[in-house]
């Protein structure tokens, strides 16, 4: 049985991987941080095989202590201070755990392989902010870097901190370059969540209002299911390679907006929206669009749904889930902290 441990496990795409993995008969275990984190619930009620370790991209030693408790074949580094807007507030913070964490990590995994690092198979979670200014358009994986935000400026140190890692000690390590991606599991400060789940409470007379910044932004939004089968498909490669994994398809704020207020029967949004000039942020990636050719190519993989079928799709979950009776209050008693015996250590 082949085993993962998943750092970011209590995350949007750490709990999708969860579940890929568990249902490819992996032994899974998560990294999570804190000593009672009720973000841990969700994942022990999604995937119940999973083991939790208690850890933090900060502490080298609790990150060699979950290596030696996994024992893993393959470690996916999802963990991150991963909102953009938070990372010109804490800078600081941001490059400690989304930056630096990779480097700790990486060395975690050194300590635990006795440097023999390609015996155990690394993912680190990179991202399409460091493009940043538009240079090429579509990105792929020869595009310069120009990151825009202390956020993309971590994330950059990350990549090539893995990228380095290979070539120095021949790690099996991949980044893979991934482009937004969405789910009815999204952050609600991440974009797309505040439109579905604003649209779906305006809908339901609980708010007139969303506060937007820029919405003439344009990203490339795919579904973050199928991104989280492209993070494994790069470890089962015979060669470890970074790929850039995107729909090739870009859409502006404003269209999110038309497809989300469509859904729920409001033909005009704009009386709906307030422009914040708070919103708007210090330095902004206009356009975002990859080229995934070398993924579709190599590893096979490619996006299912379109954008509408997917903000659809969250709107109609954001709808369900506000009008659904209230939660079971068993369920909330459920324990999550380092009492729980799911926990391995
Ligand atoms: P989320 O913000 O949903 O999840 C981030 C995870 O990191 C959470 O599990 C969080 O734990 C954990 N974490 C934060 N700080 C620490 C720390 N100090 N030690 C240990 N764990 C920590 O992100 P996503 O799931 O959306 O993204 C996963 C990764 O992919 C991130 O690295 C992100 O930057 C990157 N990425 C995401 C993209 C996207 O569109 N979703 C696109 C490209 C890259 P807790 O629950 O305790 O807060
Ligand atoms: P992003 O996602 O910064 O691309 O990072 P986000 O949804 O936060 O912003 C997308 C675009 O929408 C514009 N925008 C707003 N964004 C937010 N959050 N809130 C608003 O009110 C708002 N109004 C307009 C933004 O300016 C931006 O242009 C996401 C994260 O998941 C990162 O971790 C990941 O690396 C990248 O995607 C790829």
């Known amino acids: 049985?082949?085993?993962?441990l998943i750092t970011g496990i209590t995350g949007q795409d750490g709990r999708y991987l969860a579940e890929f993995l568990a249902a490819k008969g992996y032994e899974v275990f998560g990294l999570v941080r804190g000593q009672n984190n009720p973000r841990a619930r969700p994942v022990l009620e999604a995937v119940p095989s999973v083991r939790l370790l208690s850890g933090d991209l900060r502490d080298l030693p609790s990150l060699v202590g979950a290596l030696d408790a996994a024992r893993p074949?393959?470690?996916?580094?999802?963990?991150?201070?991963?909102?953009?807007?938070?990372?010109?507030?804490?800078?600081?913070?941001?490059?400690?755990?989304?930056?630096?964490?990779?480097?700790?990590?990486?060395?975690?995994l050194r300590i635990h392989t006795r440097d023999d690092l390609a015996r155990v198979r690394f993912y680190q979670a990179s991202s399409s902010e460091m493009f940043g200014k538009v240079r090429e358009v579509p990105q792929n994986e020869t595009t310069p870097f120009h990151p825009r935000s202390p956020y993309g400026v971590a994330k950059t140190f990350g990549h090539y901190i893995t990228v380095n890692y290979r070539e120095s000690y021949g790690a099996y390590a991949c980044s893979g370059i991934l482009?937004?991606?969405?789910?009815?599991?999204?952050?609600?400060?991440?974009?797309?969540?505040?439109?579905?789940?604003?649209?779906?409470?305006?809908?339901?007379?609980?708010?007139?209002?969303?506060?937007?910044?820029?919405?003439?932004?344009?990203?490339?939004?795919?579904?973050a299911g199928d991104y989280v089968e492209a993070m494994w498909l790069m470890l089962q490669q015979d060669e470890p390679h970074d790929y850039v994994i995107a729909t090739g398809e870009t859409?502006?704020?404003?269209?999110?907006?038309?497809?989300?207020?469509?859904?729920?029967?409001?033909?005009?949004?704009?009386?709906?929206v307030?422009?914040?000039?708070?919103?708007?942020?210090?330095?902004?990636?206009?356009?975002?669009?990859?080229?995934?050719?070398?993924?579709?190519e190599r590893l096979g993989w490619k996006p299912r749904?379109?954008?509408?079928?997917?903000?659809?799709?969250?709107?109609?979950?954001?709808?369900?889930?506000?009008?659904?009776?209230?939660?079971?209050?068993?369920?909330?008693d459920r324990p999550a902290d380092l009492e729980d015996p799911r926990w391995t250590r």
């Open 1 to 4: 049985m082949p085993r993962a």
């Open 73 to 108: 074949d393959e470690v996916y580094n999802l963990a991150a201070i991963s909102f953009v807007g938070m990372s010109w507030r804490q800078a600081e913070l941001t490059s400690e755990i989304t930056g630096l964490g990779v480097l700790r990590m990486l060395e975690a």
């Open 179 to 223: 482009f937004n991606h969405e789910s009815p599991r999204r952050g609600h400060e991440f974009v797309t969540r505040k439109v579905t789940r604003g649209a779906a409470r305006i809908a339901l007379g609980l708010q007139d209002t969303i506060a937007l910044g820029n919405v003439d932004a344009r990203r490339d939004w795919g579904f």
């Open 251 to 272: 859409h502006t704020v404003r269209d999110l907006l038309d497809i989300a207020f469509r859904r729920v029967g409001i033909d005009d949004w704009e009386p709906h």
């Open 274 to 296: 307030r422009r914040e000039p708070r919103l708007i942020r210090p330095a902004e990636v206009d356009l975002l669009v990859g080229d995934s050719t070398l993924a579709r």
């Open 305 to 332: 749904g379109g954008f509408p079928d997917l903000i659809e799709m969250m709107v109609d979950a954001d709808l369900a889930d506000l009008t659904r009776p209230a939660h079971d209050p068993a369920g909330t």
